[in-house]
């Protein structure tokens, strides 16, 4: 089951409901004020005598502990001309408190390993740290700081004001994002949910300290807010650090979060939105009830039966039938009542009435027809995805309280499945008939102003991984981030000790991987890490047939992935898609330069029978013809709509400006693309198939409820009609040198924000002695958005851009050094200038022995956080340590890794590899 489809906060939360129920709390020593509410389900719920609710999942197998706050807060509750409070807020939430300054609870954190993040939602703020179990006071005391005693200057709103309206502009450079805005301010007259989370740029001004201030006091409050705990942590000591920290806050009294109620709409409503470029885009809205309402377990399996799946009905009847690239729906799931959002991608050829037609009928119908196979397809989806919402802490600690945040109690999350198991046809039929009306139809049109014929550089849609303008010519703050050096580390040292909780908890650390031996394939690379606690097995399996063997055909790697999942000569895809649905499962090949990948992943009482469907579309693909048209039209399709991404854009012309065609990260144009498609025919695709598809190269990773003598009896019972030789390699890079520095400013007048890409090819592969120096050095220029040098100074000194950061690629073949940010069109210039002269301090000073020892702690401390938290994760860990012949006890080695890097090592590594004189900059933008 893909990932895409299991994202939590956007669309339906479920979990399968077959654990234990209620029983007596088994935390026996908990502090006085400290109140046990109830157990279920393996949760502990706790509540202080202030009203702060506590939430604990334990799991003792985890190497990790997440801890979340959550605000009964969000933009619902803004009044007047303060729409974005609470997100700006949020933002001002790290700016510092009475125990950290500006800058170091995010230096904190990641000293000690932590990821971190917060999130602003209509109705909810939360805020979380994910660390190695030993840090759960700091995170703890970061967040009790925080919730009372943040600073909220003047100034610094001031600063952060600059970095918002990037964000703003940022998400205003993509078309959905303005479809959405206009949909939803249309659908909604009165209520709060009229208005975009981020806020309407007129307001931003309007954000001034005594106004924050008062909306921070008002509602971040102990009794406004609840605490989720998951992971790896002893219940007594967890509870006593949270009473320790929280206990001394007063309740807030009168706290009313009451919004105007949005009256009954009487009328279709009809907006258009005519916008520069290629996009055309089809939004429709239902008002629904709230999440809490009857109505909507039915509205949810509605979801699965029009949208979600191949073989959905409007996937097939728009997607497939190349009248659309892309169309979704789903209901939200919001405290008060909301809406059900329907989104249509057109092909640009497409007339949208006509798509709006289709989705009307469909509409219509499903009033009248369902059949007993699409209810069962669809519970059959919603029960395994919640089985799948389980693998991993943080995944499931959000969906925990995401329904203590929506639906006011976290047990809903436990039941929501036997809602769902109790929906009937004519429930469905009803709710469908209720809401899918005319007067409460909600439309808006989003059509190309002037398309032209504009055709840019670009990349193939690429599938989600399975696991958020201003005239101002001004610059906002001054350089009050305190440089990491050696008093400030022995300080950030000081304060994230451990007062109470020292030697109290250890790291726990395990990761056995084991390799498997398989006799009729000897060459055969598998692993296997087992994990017998979710009924979950996942299967990475990878082979050197990735676009690098298609450099004269651009785009033949990606089309032969893809045909693979359209059908074996035994079932077409549609058949395919719903066996997999039932199974609770799902094959997907992920095409990259080096390597194609096949990702299985399926509820372990059907993994024979995935399996069995894997065999055929592997050994036995249809290779239709008219499934290849149908895939070509797609593709060209998207290619097309890459004009409207100009952080794409920029990142492939780049490419082309650094390197020459025939290389692998040379990247082809559009039109290139769009040629070499249109040419390639189905005896390439089956030729580039037989040449690089098998068993001689491949690499197997296998991770989850499953042991050794299954996965050998697995693959030698699936592979054995597979015994090609396989002789295929990347191809080696020609060899390059840095060349005299390019620039180049493509137009986009109608966008909001200057996305800029600038680097230079790099000489590292994975497997180089100096990949670790480097690795260490770019994280300390440029890894962090909020702690880097690149971070410190122009986001949070200058607050020119939300986000900036370095990176290099390495892999079987040197990839570039590139830097990436955004920022307003007016600021742009020095944007570039600061990035590159803060390069140049960086090289000239070295890292210091401060930064070296900060960076390192958070490389070592926090690998397994970023790299372990889910079965997902590890199988994608697993599959890299083969790819590039990484021993196998590398997770174990990481640390020791790191630390052995030499302070002349990693300066030696920046200097050697990274030149700001040789940037080739790309600006795409106004």
Known sequence: MSKKNRQLLLLILILLYSMMGNSMATTKNKPKNINFIKKSNGVEEYKLDNGLKVLLKQDLNAPLISFQVWYRVGSRDEIGNETGMAHYLEHMMFKGTKEFRKGEIAQAIQLKGGVFNAFTSYDYTGYYENFAPENLELAIKIESDRMRNSRLEQEEIDLERSVIVSELEGGENYPSTILGKQLRATAFQKHSYHNPIIGWRSDLDNIKEPNMRAFYNKYYAPNNAFIMLAGNFDKELALDLVHRYFDSYKKTENISHEVAVEPEQKELRKSYIYYEGQVALLGMAFHIPEFVHPDLPALNIIDEILFNGTSSRLTKKLVDTGLAIDVHGYAESNK?????????????????????????????????????????????????????????????????????????????????????????????????????????????????????????????????????KTDDKEFYGSAVVEPLDSS?????????????????????????????????????????????????????????????????????????????????????????????????????????????????????????????????????????????????????????????????????????????????????????????????????????????????????????????????????????????????VVSSAPSLKLQAPKAKHIKKAHKKQSEVYMGHIGFITRKDPDFYPLFIANYALGGSPLSSRLGSKVRDEHGLVYNVGSTFQAGLVPGPFYITLGSNPNNVDKAIELTKEAVREFLRTGISETELKATKSFLTGSFAVRNLSSNEDVTDVASQMLLYDLDLDYPQNYAEIINNISLEKVNEAARKYIHPDKFNVVVVGP
């Open 488 to 728: 400030k580390l022995e300080r950030l040292l000081k304060i994230t000790a451990p007062k109470y909780s020292k030697d109290k908890i250890k790291s726990v650390f395990n990761f056995a991987l084991k390799p498997i031996h398989i006799d009729k394939y000897p060459s055969l690379k598998v692993v296997l890490k087992e994990d017998h606690n979710i009924p979950l097995v996942y299967i990475k399996a990878s082979t050197f047939a990735g676009s690098a063997l298609d450099l004269e055909k651009p785009c033949l790697a990606y089309l032969t992935a893809n045909m693979l999942e359209r059908g074996s000569k035994h079932r077409d895809k549609f058949t395919i898609a719903k066996a997999l649905d039932t199974y609770g499962a799902d094959i997907e090949f992920e095409p990259g330069k080096e390597t194609t990948a096949v990702e299985i992943s399926s509820l372990k009482k059907n993994l024979s029978k995935v399996m069995a469907i894997f065999k055929e579309v592997i050994t036995e693909p249809l290779f239709s013809k008219v499934e290849l048209e149908k895939l070509k039209k797609e593709l060209i399709e998207t290619i097309k709509q890459q004009d409207e991404f100009p952080s794409s854009v920029a990142r492939n012309e780049m490419y082309r400006l650094i390197y020459p065609k025939g290389h692998i990260f040379y990247a082809h144009s559009s039109e290139e693309k769009i040629k070499s498609i249109q040419a390639i025919s189905l005896v390439d695709i089956k030729n580039f198939y037989q040449k690089n598809y098998g068993l001689d190269q491949m690499k197997i990773a296998v991770v989850g409820d499953i042991d050794a003598a299954e996965v050998k009896s697995l693959i030698e019972s699936n592979f054995s009609p597979w015994q090609k030789k396989n002789k295929a």
């Open 336 to 468: 008060d009542p909301a809406l059900y959002k329907i989104v249509a991608n057109l092909n640009p050829e497409a007339n949208i009435e006509k798509i709006e037609a289709v989705i009307d009928a469909e509409l219509e119908d499903i009033k009248l027809h369902v059949t007993k196979e699409e209810m069962e397809l669809a519970k059959a989806r919603v029960e395994s995805s919640a089985i799948y919402q389980r693998d991993g802490v943080y995944d499931e600690a959000l969906q925990i309280a995401y329904f203590e945040a929506i639906a006011g109690d976290w047990e809903n999350y436990y039941h929501w499945y036997e809602s769902l198991k109790k929906v009937s046809v004519s429930d469905v039929k009803k709710v469908a008939q209720k809401y899918f009306v005319p007067r409460n139809k909600t439309v808006v049109y989003k059509l190309p102003k002037d398309p032209g014929n504009s055709l840019v550089a670009s990349s193939p849609k690429s599938k989600k991984s399975k696991k958020t």
